[in-house]
C-alpha cells in the first residue's frame, strides 16, 4: 500500500472515486412558446434579458450598447437589434447596425449596416417586423426621418423610405406600414408598383392641446388604439390612415369624469413609458394608469385599467402594489400580463389579474413578448 493509501486508511477515508471527464457543449434554447418574453434594460447596462413566464426564470441574454431598439420575428428564427456604437466605447468611429440573433443558439447570424443615425430611444414602434418575418423595418432620424427596409430572407438593406414629418413605424404587411405625423395625422406606406405610395389623413388628434402617448399595437386588420395624454383613446385604421370613429374618454368608460388637460386638473391619467397593451384575441385594452395633473405621462401607473374595446367600457381597475412603467401582454388564448418599473418583472394571470410570479435585476425597459 501506498503511503497516501495507508494514512487514508488510517483516517478512516475512502479514496476518491475517479473523476469524470469535463464535457463541453453549447445550449440550445428550445423552441419560442406563446409565454416567452423579453425584457431590453435600454437604458442601463444594455442588454435583453429572454424570460420563461411560466416560470419567471432567465433563460438566456443578448448583450447590446444601450439605447437599442429590439424586435422579434415573428417567424420564430430571429431576435432583432437596432444599436449603434462608438469604436472608442463613448467616441471614435459611429457604427450603426442591424444585428440579427439565431433565436435558439444567440448566436450573431448577420450585422446589416444602416447609413444614417437610429439612436431614438427605446421606443417599441422604432423596430419592427412584418406580420409574415420577411421585413424588418427600422426608424431612422438621420439627416431626416425615414424609414430602413431590411430583408430578412437576404439578410441585407434593400432601402430607404422618406417619411417627413413623421416618425415610428407600425407594420402593417409586407414592406407597408403606419406612422405617425406631427400635425396629428397618421400616414400609411404602401407599395404600389414596387414604390412608395402615401396616404395621409387629416390630423385625427391635437399634437399642440392634448398629444397622443406614440404606441399601438395593431390588430391584424391594421386597426389600433392611441392612448392621448388626456386619457383619449383613438380608434385608427393605419391601413387606410383614417380614424375609427370619434376619440372617447377611458375615464368616462371607467365612470369617471372625463380629464381635461387643465394645469391644475387632477384626475386618473395614462403614464409609463409602454404604456398600453392591447390583446387581439378579445379586444382587450390594458392601460397604465395614475392620478395626478397635466404632462405627467411618464409618471409611473399606480393601477392597470382594462378596457373592453367592443363595449367601450372598463371593465376592471386592478391596484398595483408597485408603481410600472410597462405594460405588456401574451398573444394567446390563455394569456400573462406582464408588468415593470421597479427592476421586477411581474407576472398576472390576464384574466384574472392574480399575481402568479415575478423576476428582479431585470431592468426597467420596454417588454416584447412572443409572436403566436
Known amino acids: 500500500m501506498t503511503l497516501i493509501g495507508i494514512l487514508l486508511a488510517l483516517a478512516g477515508a475512502q479514496p476518491a472515486a475517479a473523476l469524470e471527464p469535463e464535457v463541453i457543449n453549447i445550449a440550445v434554447l428550445p423552441p419560442s412558446g406563446p409565454h416567452r418574453v423579453y425584457v431590453t434594460d435600454s437604458y442601463g447596462t444594455g442588454r435583453t434579458r429572454i424570460v420563461d413566464g411560466e416560470t419567471a426564470r432567465m433563460i438566456g441574454l443578448i448583450h447590446h450598447p444601450p439605447l437599442t431598439q429590439f424586435a422579434v420575428d415573428p417567424s420564430g428564427r430571429y431576435l432583432l437589434v437596432a444599436e449603434s456604437l462608438w469604436t472608442r466605447s463613448n467616441r471614435g468611429k459611429r457604427q450603426d447596425l442591424l444585428s440579427v440573433y439565431d433565436s435558439r443558439t444567440l448566436d450573431v447570424v448577420a450585422e446589416i449596416p444602416l447609413p444614417g443615425r437610429i439612436i431614438v430611444g427605446d421606443k417599441p414602434q422604432a423596430l419592427s417586423v412584418s406580420p409574415d418575418g420577411r421585413y424588418a423595418l427600422v426608424y431612422d432620424m438621420d439627416p431626416a426621418n425615414s424609414v430602413h427596409l431590411v430583408d430578412l430572407k437576404a439578410l441585407k438593406l434593400i432601402g430607404n423610405v422618406e417619411t417627413p414629418g413623421c416618425a415610428l413605424v407600425f407594420p402593417m404587411g409586407g414592406r407597408d406600414f403606419g406612422t405617425l405625423c406631427a400635425e396629428g395625422a397618421v400616414?400609411?406606406?404602401?407599395?404600389?408598383?414596387?414604390?412608395?405610395?402615401?396616404t395621409r389623413a387629416d390630423a385625427v388628434f391635437d399634437a399642440e392641446a392634448d398629444p397622443i402617448i406614440d404606441q399601438a399595437d395593431l390588430a391584424p386588420d391594421g386597426t389600433g388604439f392611441m392612448v392621448a395624454y388626456s386619457g383619449l383613446i383613438y380608434p385608427v385604421d393605419m391601413k387606410a390612415a383614417q380614424p375609427l370613429g370619434t376619440p372617447f374618454s377611458l375615464q368616462v368608460a371607467a365612470g369617471l369624469p372625463a380629464a381635461s388637460m387643465v394645469p391644475g386638473d387632477l384626475a386618473w391619467r395614462p403614464g409609463g413609458r409602454?404604456?398600453?397593451?392591447?390583446?387581439?384575441?378579445?379586444?382587450?385594452?390594458?392601460?397604465?394608469?395614475?392620478?395626478?395633473?397635466?404632462?405627467?405621462?411618464?409618471?409611473?401607473?399606480?393601477?392597470?385599467?382594462?378596457?373592453?374595446?367592443?363595449?367601450?367600457?372598463?371593465?376592471r381597475r386592478l391596484r398595483l402594489q408597485h408603481g410600472a412603467v410597462s405594460v405588456a401582454v401574451s398573444r394567446d388564448g390563455n394569456p400573462l400580463l406582464y408588468l415593470n418599473g421597479d427592476g421586477v418583472l411581474r407576472i398576472f394571470n390576464m384574466a384574472s389579474g392574480?399575481?402568479?410570479?415575478?423576476?428582479?435585476?431585470?431592468?426597467?425597459?420596454?417588454?416584447?413578448?412572443?409572436p403566436q
Not at 400616414?187 to 402615401?198: D, E, L
Not at 392574480?354 to 412572443?370: D, F, H, Y
Open 187 to 198: 400616414a400609411s406606406i404602401r407599395y404600389s408598383g414596387g414604390k412608395p405610395v402615401q
Open 274 to 315: 409602454q404604456v398600453s397593451a392591447f390583446h387581439r384575441l378579445t379586444g382587450q385594452l390594458f392601460v397604465l394608469m395614475h392620478a395626478g395633473e397635466i404632462w405627467g405621462q411618464n409618471t409611473p401607473g399606480e393601477e392597470l385599467w382594462t378596457l373592453d374595446t367592443r363595449t367601450r367600457k372598463v371593465t
Open 354 to 370: 392574480e399575481p402568479l410570479r415575478q423576476i428582479g435585476n431585470i431592468g426597467t425597459g420596454p417588454i416584447s413578448v412572443a
